[in-house]
């Protein structure tokens, strides 16, 4: 006897699913069922009624968890059941920001078809060409400058530019350079693109040297 068949059992009794309390790692049973990549499960509590736009959870919404789990057919799945494309965690993240930190880019590209806001902003960490920039792929970033993403907008850390100088990511920055980005523009701590990649090089380098092991006695300088 399996659990979505044991689930399926439950939810013959009509329990109210409003009224079940959440858990604190797992939120929701939807958010549990889709942090856990339990399709199955989904589509039975998604058919019996369960609030797809509750927030709870770390993601706050069950299509950010989808989403930062790369999992397309629970996307589409919550898509489908209506789940709202550019809600909001309380810091201000979106399934697509979570989308683009993976390699998934055709979870980007449905959740754009799905009227996602490109230009979001997050609190601290900018929009998601932002977060693409310094965490996803190449083809993750030039997909959104092709759909028309702000290339220079600004979060706490900087811009896209800033973002991918700090991670080290060159190809990024080439292509971000070739598509205009201004290597003056400033984010929220008042810092331009260049000056966060030498402060971020100048911290690599000092974790570099603290992880140097004390040889005969003496630690290198």
């Known amino acids: 006897m399996g659990l979505n068949f044991l689930l399926q059992k439950l939810l013959d009794q009509k329990p109210d699913l409003a009224s079940i309390p959440q858990t604190r790692q797992l939120g929701s049973p ?3 069922a889709v942090c856990t990549g339990n399709k199955k499960a989904a589509e039975i509590l998604c058919a019996r009624g369960a609030d797809v736009n509750e927030r709870c959870g770390t993601c706050a919404y069950a299509l950010q968890a989808a989403a930062r789990n790369e999992d397309l057919d629970m996307v589409i799945l919550l898509l489908r059941h209506g789940a709202e494309v550019n809600g909001q965690s309380e810091d201000g993240e979106t399934a697509l920001m979570q989308a683009s930190r993976g390699r998934n880019i055709h979870i980007v590209r449905l959740l754009l078809q799905n009227g996602a806001d490109i230009n979001a902003q997050r609190r601290h960490y900018g929009t998601a060409l ?6 996803g792929g190449i083809e993750m970033v030039r997909l959104f400058l092709q759909e028309g993403a702000d290339i220079n907008a600004q979060g706490d850390y900087g811009t896209a530019l800033g973002g991918a100088a700090a991670s080290g990511k060159i190809e990024i920055v080439r292509l971000l350079l070739q598509e205009g980005a201004d290597i003056y523009a400033r984010g929220s701590s008042g810092k331009p693109a260049l000056q966060v990649a030498v402060n971020q090089a ?11 092991p004390r040889y005969m006695g003496h630690h290198v300088q």
């Open 30 to 32: 939807l958010y549990a």
């Open 130 to 135: 932002c977060a693409a920039a310094a965490r």
């Open 202 to 212: 100048k911290g690599d380098v000092v974790e570099r040297r603290k992880s140097i």
